[in-house]
């Protein structure tokens, strides 16, 4: 099963800041990042993750 990333006319920019967003800081300072957050994130930007 392949994933694609269905959306408008392909902005770098707008990955790298939906990416930046999903970083999850925890007490201790680590920096996690979920495929579910990093999903999220791209949707809200008009990019919608599929699978074919």
């Known amino acids: 099963m392949n994933s694609i990333l269905v959306g408008h006319m392909p902005r770098r920019y707008e990955i790298d800041a939906a990416f930046k967003q999903a970083i999850k800081i925890s007490e201790k300072g680590r920096r996690t990042v979920t495929t579910e957050?990093?999903?999220a994130e791209l949707a809200k930007r008009?990019?919608?993750?599929?699978?074919?």
Not at 46 to 52: A, C, D, I, L, S
Request: proline share 0%; glycine share 10%.
């Open 46 to 52: 008009n990019w919608h993750w599929g699978f074919v």
């Open 37 to 39: 957050d990093f999903v």
